[in-house]
C-alpha cells in the first residue's frame, strides 16, 4: 500500500447483477464513504482508480455503485481487494489519535519494559 493512502475498506463480495459490491469497512465511521468521490482499489499491488456513484448500508456493510461498473462480471474481479482513499481526504484526527497505518511495524513493550513484538 502506497504510504499516502489509507485503507477505509475490504470488498468482500458481488452485490446484484449491477455492479455493486459488498464492504467490509475497515473505518471508524462507515458513513465516511457518503463523502467520497472516488477511491483506490488495490489488488495485486495494482491500483484502479474507481468513482462512487451511490452508496448504501445493509447491516454493518456498505454497498457501493462505481460509476465505471454497471455489470456482475465487471466487479467480479476486485473481490477480496483493499478500498484505499489519499490521506488529504482522510478525516482529521483528534489529539491523541492515530491512524491504524501509522501504527503497523512500531515495536510493542509492557509498561515493565518486557518488548512484546511489533504491531503487524
Not at 41 to 69: A, C, G, P, W
Amino acid at each position: 500500500m502506497a504510504d499516502n493512502r489509507l485503507r477505509v475498506g475490504v470488498i468482500t463480495t458481488t452485490h446484484g447483477i449491477r455492479g455493486e459490491v459488498k464492504v467490509f469497512p475497515t473505518t471508524d465511521d462507515p458513513h465516511r464513504f457518503l463523502d467520497l468521490d472516488q477511491v483506490y482499489i488495490s489488488q495485486n499491488s495494482q491500483e484502479t482508480v474507481l468513482h462512487i456513484e451511490k452508496v448504501r448500508f445493509f447491516k454493518k456493510q456498505v454497498i457501493l455503485k462505481f460509476k465505471e461498473i454497471n455489470d456482475i462480471n465487471d466487479v467480479e474481479q476486485y473481490r477480496k481487494a483493499d478500498i484505499l482513499i489519499d490521506r488529504e481526504s482522510a478525516e482529521p484526527l483528534e489529539e491523541d489519535e492515530f491512524y491504524i497505518d501509522d501504527l503497523l511495524g512500531l515495536e510493542v513493550y509492557t509498561d515493565e519494559d518486557r518488548y512484546l513484538g511489533k504491531l503487524k
